[in-house]
């Protein structure tokens, strides 16, 4: 299945994801109760009012600046907060992992040993190793307060971490919306993290939202664009949306060989295949 769109329907909890099935047939999903809780928390409606100040001012962090401290910490603090944020990924996690696995992405074949970096609470793992058998470990990797709340999943050792130090060695490394929310100098460190812990042929798997080179008004685009604006507010007016040409450059940066982009697996994620 393929997300085609996200609509939004006032009042607020009704937001609908539409997919359509490969034979062409719509099917909807809708995010409600906590996942939507999570979008639109007190912290985070603190912070939307204080936007144009990140635009005049990128040094402003919309988030920070109303609630007095970044995102993660913010949340890390709050053993509700963190809770319904591993709720809410996994509302937009699950479906994206459907529809990479199903259609017959081939990345994980003969991957024995899987990091997942950032992989809050495990849920793209668990649905990794229902279809790959071939992983025969797999590490979620996210900070300890994270890991700490994270369900128990059969052939999943959680550990707790800080990605900006050191990664766990691994054959191949997943990581799903995470590079969107760094400045190139924190993605390159977190990307030579990755390097370093991938042995000669081995690849990074990140699934990323990736802005077209040239814009236009449809409605992947503007998708794009708005989630660009919700990541400046949410997370860090440093963090930004970025285009094929740049996640390269990044990658080759730090030593990559190869990289190849996949761009139909998923409507608003790209599938970015970093090799070393
Ligand atoms: C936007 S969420 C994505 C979660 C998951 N990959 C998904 O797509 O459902 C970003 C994740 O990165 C984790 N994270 C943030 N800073 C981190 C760090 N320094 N080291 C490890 N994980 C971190 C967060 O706790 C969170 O789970």
Redesign the pocket.
């Known amino acids: 299945m393929k997300v085609i769109g996200l609509e939004r329907h006032l009042p607020f909890y009704s937001l609908v994801a539409t997919y359509y099935t490969p034979n062409g047939e719509a099917a909807k999903m809708k995010l409600t109760g906590q996942e939507l809780t999570a979008f639109e928390q007190d912290a985070l409606m603190r912070a939307w009012p204080l936007v144009h100040e990140a635009v005049v001012d990128p040094t402003t962090e919309p988030f920070a600046k109303a609630n007095g401290e970044p995102a ?1 910490s913010y ?2 603090k709050q053993p509700e907060m963190n809770e319904l ?2 709720k809410a ?2 509302g ?2 699950v479906p ?1 992992m459907r529809s990479m696995l199903d259609g017959g992405y081939d990345g994980f074949d003969g991957v024995k040993r899987l990091v ?5 609470g495990g ?2 793992l668990r649905m990794i190793l229902r279809k790959h058998p071939n992983v025969l470990e797999a590490i979620n ?3 300890p307060e ?1 890991v700490d709340k994270a369900p128990a999943i059969p052939g999943v050792t959680h550990v707790g ?4 130090k050191s990664i766990p060695n691994a054959d191949a490394i997943f ?4 590079l969107t ?1 760094w400045t190139d100098e924190e993605v390159k460190a977190i990307l030579s993290n990755c390097y370093n812990a991938l042995p000669e042929g081995g690849k990074l798997i990140a ?1 990323e939202p990736m802005l077209p080179k040239d814009s236009d008004d449809s409605h992947r685009t503007r998708a794009l664009l708005e989630g660009d604006i919700f990541v400046m507010t949410i ?1 860090r007016a440093k963090g930004k949306h970025r285009t094929e040409e740049e996640f390269k450059q990044l990658g080759m940066a730090v030593g990559f060989s190869n990289f190849r982009a996949l761009h139909s697996v998923d409507y608003f994620h790209t599938v970015l295949e970093f090799q070393k």
Do not use: A, E, H, P
């Open positions: 993660y949340y890390g944020m591993q990924m996994s937009v996690s994206f997942d970096v950032g992989g809050s849920d793209c990797f996210d900070l994270v971490g800080d990605m900006f990581m799903k919306w995470i929310t699934c997370y």
